[in-house]
C-alpha cells in the first residue's frame, strides 16, 4: 500500500516563504521519479516541480526560479521549498508518485497566501 503524507501548509505572506514536506511509505523511494502538483481554487490540478531519482529537477514557469524541489532518500521524503510566493500560489499542495501504473497522492496540504 503506497501512503504520501504531506505536511507543512498554512498561511504565509506575499513574498514570504514555506516549506512542505512529503513521507512516502510502500514504494522502494529511491527509485522513484516524485512530483508536487497543486490545485488553485476552482481550478484544475496542475504540475508544479519533479525530481527525478537521480535527483534531477523540472518546474512548471509559474515557479521556476521561486520553488525548489529536493529530496531525501534515507527517510523516504520529498520537500517543497517556496520563496517569493505570491497570492496566486494558493492553492492545496499534493505530493505524487507512480507506481505499477497508478498514481498516488496524499492527502494534500493547503498553502495560502495573503496579506
Known amino acids: 500500500q503506497v501512503y504520501l503524507r504531506e505536511s507543512g501548509g498554512g498561511l504565509a505572506q506575499p513574498g514570504g516563504s514555506l516549506r512542505l514536506s512529503c513521507a512516502a511509505t510502500?514504494?522502494?523511494?529511491?527509485?522513484?521519479?516524485m512530483h508536487w502538483y497543486r490545485q488553485p481554487p476552482g481550478k484544475e490540478r496542475e504540475l508544479v516541480a519533479t525530481i527525478t531519482s537521480t535527483g534531477g529537477t523540472t518546474y512548471s514557469n509559474s515557479v521556476l526560479g521561486r520553488f525548489t524541489i529536493s529530496r531525501d532518500n534515507v527517510r523516504s521524503r520529498v520537500f517543497l521549498q517556496m520563496d517569493s510566493l505570491k497570492p496566486e500560489d494558493t492553492a492545496v499542495y499534493y505530493c505524487n508518485t507512480i507506481r505499477g501504473g497508478y498514481r498516488y497522492y496524499g492527502q494534500g496540504t493547503q498553502v495560502t497566501v495573503s496579506s
Open positions: 510502500g514504494i522502494n523511494f529511491k527509485i522513484h521519479p
